[in-house]
């Protein structure tokens, strides 16, 4: 079956790095998202990958290693703007988007 | 601006009545989705389609109807079939034509059924 799990809760302080893992298990894999949404809000896009390795995008990094079926993003120098919960979906083989329950991320002052 | 718009952005119904959610985009898309969000779950995709005309069942379409006469619109009813209605709607487009073809979401609708 279809699986992707990432934690449910997280906690951090303002100013700090925060990592928010992944991991998947999908019938062909044609690339994983991250998108952040704020409560009673749409998601909104964070970052692509489909190729192992680090992408970088101001504060905000997300890393895949495909023969591990693993991603995570990386958030650094915290803001409270920050809170929110971080989506983890992967397309599959279908050009679908499989979705993770996703990571509520709480930022503490 | 482009956009996605979703109406209305909270919606209560009685049990029993078929409700319909409107969804439009003006980001020229070709692929438009459905999805249903329920608190500690994952989304889960109801209906997609990706060409005027056509579209196909998601994992939880049962329950659910949609069309897609017009490239911008991809009205979802919830008959009164849906067990379970009370849930938050999303709207999403994409392109179909890029290597990254994210997927750019609605404000939602919340729907209630008393």
């Known amino acids: 079956g279809q699986n992707i799990d990432q934690p449910t809760e997280m906690t951090a302080t303002e100013g700090a790095i925060v990592q928010i893992n992944c991991t998947y298990q999908?019938?062909?894999?044609?690339?994983l998202f991250w998108y952040q949404q704020h409560a009673g809000e749409a998601p909104t896009f964070l970052s692509y990958n489909v190729l192992d390795g680090l992408e970088e995008k101001g504060r905000f990094s997300s890393f895949l290693s495909r023969s591990k079926g693993y991603s995570y993003l990386l958030l650094k120098e915290l803001q409270m703007k920050d809170s929110a919960s971080y989506l983890c979906?992967?397309?599959?083989?279908?050009?679908?988007?499989?979705w993770g329950a996703g990571t509520k991320l709480i930022i503490k002052p | 601006d482009g956009g996605i718009t979703q109406s209305p952005k909270y919606l209560f119904r009685k049990e029993g009545q078929n409700v319909t959610l409107s969804c439009e985009q003006n980001l020229n898309h070709d692929a438009m989705y459905w999805y249903r969000q329920d608190p500690g779950q994952g989304l889960r995709l109801i209906y997609y389609?990706?060409?005027?005309?056509?579209?196909q069942k998601g994992d939880i379409a049962e329950g659910y109807s949609v069309s897609r006469e017009k490239k911008e619109s991809f009205p979802l009813t919830v008959t009164s079939a849906q067990k379970n209605p009370t849930a938050f709607y999303l709207c999403?487009?994409?392109?179909?034509?890029?290597?990254?073809?994210?997927?750019?979401f609605g404000p939602g609708t919340r729907l209630t059924v008393l």
């Open positions: 999908t019938s062909g894999f044609n690339g």
């Open positions: 979906a992967c397309m599959d083989s279908n050009y679908q988007l499989i």
């Open positions: 389609s990706q060409i005027v005309n056509d579209f």
């Open positions: 999403a487009s994409s392109r179909l034509d890029r290597d990254v073809n994210e997927q750019f």
